[in-house]
């Protein structure tokens, strides 16, 4: 593995920062403790380092010689608002709060690469190290963008990494074109006429309208998106009525959930077809239906000759156990942002077998100390291709 020897002699204090920061978990938009620790590890290191940048995020830029192309590497620093079931000696200390996406190991990374490459040196050219805070639904990293990101820092290209379970610590997954789905959400409100739950003659059901848009709802992937196409609906929340008060036909109903896609064209589609038969079943029992479809999160599609790059980087520290046909998460990054900027990719590092069965956002999760090396010797070596000197 390329740096093998240096990386594992900063090991100690690497997998001592990861474990600190599991045990202080903050959530999206709140990483005051976390970028503080972040910020100056870089501005240690000797890096340029730019503060809250939307909100808590962190940029540290390391230009070395007068090479002009400029490299963006991403990490997210927010935790999830659940609570640690699992022991172990560095747990949440934070009730409520848990870095159970593996973030802690990914800035861990990312700090390991800055610090790395700081002493070597041996490119040319500018790399960003890009914190971004609240990844976890929030919207960090278009805040970043909204905030100036790019006008401040331009990127040639963008690189973002993701530990992913069932993949060994010194495995690594680069695929071509899509990586993650667009992440959405709809809701829908059937308006009807509350009355006695006896006579609802004299109302308008909307919990029966609900009730037929629900059965009807998976025919949108089912019989209109091109089944050679992946889409995902799903209904995750309802509303109506009171449980207490079960003669009563209520006057609403609220349906909300889901929808990913990973063309812009399939995003379309869901975004039309599940308002339009929301209306339609709407009209069927001469009620309304306000819809609301609110678009979040972009799909991650990885650019051809971006992940040529990554792979190429991949390969360096793996060799021959890089995977280049993983399939990609119905789950969305808002890395997508990032990558709708510069030529992006998105790559997996292996967490090792899923312990007890535990995956992401499982409350038994934890990053895999394991996958340091080939996480940092990753990040350095991309640099040192992507800016050769
Ligand atoms: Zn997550
Ligand atoms: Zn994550």
């Not at 990101?149 to 290209?157: E, Y």
């Not at 667009?182 to 029966?208: C, E, Q, Y």
Request: hydrophobic letters at 45%; proline letters at 6%.
């Amino acid at each position: 593995m390329p740096h093998g020897d240096l990386i594992q002699a900063d090991l100690p204090f690497l997998r001592g920062l990861r474990q600190d920061l599991h045990a202080h978990p903050e959530l999206g938009f709140e990483e005051e403790r976390t970028s503080g620790i972040v910020a100056s590890l870089l501005e240690e290191a000797g890096l340029d380092v730019h503060r809250g940048l939307g909100g808590t995020g962190v940029v540290g830029t390391l230009k070395v010689g007068e090479g002009s192309r400029t490299v963006g590497l991403r990490a997210d620093m927010d935790a999830l608002a659940m609570t640690e079931v699992a022991k172990r000696p560095y747990a949440s200390t934070i009730p409520g709060k848990m870095h159970a996406c593996g973030h802690d190991g990914h800035m861990t990374l990312l700090l390991g690469a800055a610090r790395r490459l700081a002493r070597t040196r041996a490119f040319s050219g500018t790399a960003h190290f890009i914190f971004q805070p609240a990844e976890e639904g929030r919207g960090g990293a278009r805040r970043m963008v909204e905030d100036g990101l790019f006008d401040l820092f331009p990127c040639d290209a963008v690189y973002g990494l993701h530990n992913m379970p069932g993949l060994a610590p010194d495995e690594m997954a680069v695929t071509v074109g899509p990586q993650l789905a667009s992440s959405d959400t709809w809701r829908v409100t059937f308006r009807g006429v509350g009355t006695h739950g006896a006579k609802p003659h004299l109302g308008k059901d909307p919990i029966t309208a609900g009730g037929h848009f629900l059965a009807a709802l998976q025919t949108i992937v089912g019989r209109v998106i091109n089944p050679l196409q992946p889409a995902v609906v799903s209904a995750c929340s309802i509303r109506a009525g009171d449980p207490r008060a079960l003669n009563v036909i209520p006057d609403t109903m609220e349906i909300g959930g889901t929808a990913r896609a990973y063309t812009a064209g399939v995003r379309d589609q869901l975004e039309a077809e599940i308002g339009r038969l929301a209306h339609g079943v709407a009209a069927m029992f001469g009620i309304e239906a306000d819809y609301a479809f609110e678009r979040r999160i972009p799909p991650v599609v990885n650019d051809p000759d971006a992940t040529a790059r990554a792979l190429r980087a991949a390969r360096a520290v793996c060799g021959p156990r890089v995977v280049t046909d993983f399939e990609p998460s119905t789950a969305g990054d808002d890395f997508a942002f990032f990558a709708e900027a510069a030529p992006g990719a998105f790559v997996w590092l292996g967490n090792g077998p899923a312990v007890d069965g535990a995956l992401h956002h499982n409350s038994a999760y934890d990053f895999n100390d394991d996958a340091i090396p080939a996480g940092v010797a990753y990040w350095v070596t991309l640099v040192e291709q992507e800016l050769a000197a």
